[in-house]
């Protein structure tokens, strides 16, 4: 059984939609959650963190948590073909020193 | 401000051949340093990751092996590579128990031929 799941798409979304980009994972104490964005042949970029149920907005991006349901989503307003990226969930399970990485979400906007 | 080098940037090597790769972080003291290969289209596969001088805490057995020989200096070496070695290979730092995620470096694309 996977720890952290994502669909991995391809997700198609029109220039200026608003993509929602999601993630599961298996450990109810799991205490830190972030999303990474990686373009194509570039290394993984922290985007977004967050530690507490509810909502947290950066600019256009937008982190869900629900800790009861145990998933946490990505909302990227204004969608821009710049935006176009694989998207990874990570998970800090227990607090440790790892964290554990969803495969991934490839989102697509198009013009 | 912390920044993490890692270099090179990309290395063609022959089967059978030797590999170092080499990691550093400046701006901080003590961080936890991993690391990672991620195989064309696929995820993120944690290899070695290490809290402190001279601990190695290895994830996936094979070929490969890790060093840190100073605080902040992280080394993935091999004695003999496969063709199986080949991918994107990513250096991380993290503070004490990864509360804030990591950082990647600019990662080393290594292709055996």
């Known amino acids: 059984q996977k720890e952290v799941e994502q669909n991995s798409g391809p997700l198609s979304v029109p220039e200026g939609a608003i993509a929602s980009l999601n993630c599961t994972y298996s450990?109810?104490?799991?205490?830190?959650f972030f999303w990474y964005r990686q373009y194509s042949g570039k290394s993984p970029e922290l985007i977004m963190s967050i530690y507490s149920n509810g909502d947290k907005e950066d600019g256009r991006f937008t982190a869900q948590l629900n800790k009861a349901s145990q998933y946490v989503s990505l909302l990227i307003r204004d969608s821009q073909p710049s935006d176009s990226a694989t998207y990874l969930c990570a998970v800090n399970e227990r607090g440790g020193n790892k964290l554990t990485f969803g495969t991934g979400t490839q989102l697509k906007v198009e013009l | 401000s912390q920044t993490i080098h890692q270099w090179p940037a990309t290395l063609v090597q022959p089967v059978g051949s030797p590999l170092s790769l080499e990691c550093t972080v400046e701006?901080?003291?003590?961080?936890?340093l991993y690391w990672y290969r991620q195989a064309a289209g696929r995820g993120l596969q944690l290899l070695f990751y290490s809290v402190g001088i001279g601990q190695i805490s290895s994830e996936v057995p094979q070929n490969l092996s890790a060093s840190r020989p100073q605080d902040r200096q992280f080394i993935l070496s091999s004695k003999k590579l496969l063709l199986s070695d080949s991918g994107f290979y990513l250096c991380a730092w993290s503070a004490h128990r990864a509360n804030y995620g990591y950082t990647f470096g600019s990662g080393t694309r290594l292709t055996v031929v």
């Open positions: 450990d109810r104490v799991s205490q830190s």
């Open positions: 701006g901080t003291s003590n961080p936890n």
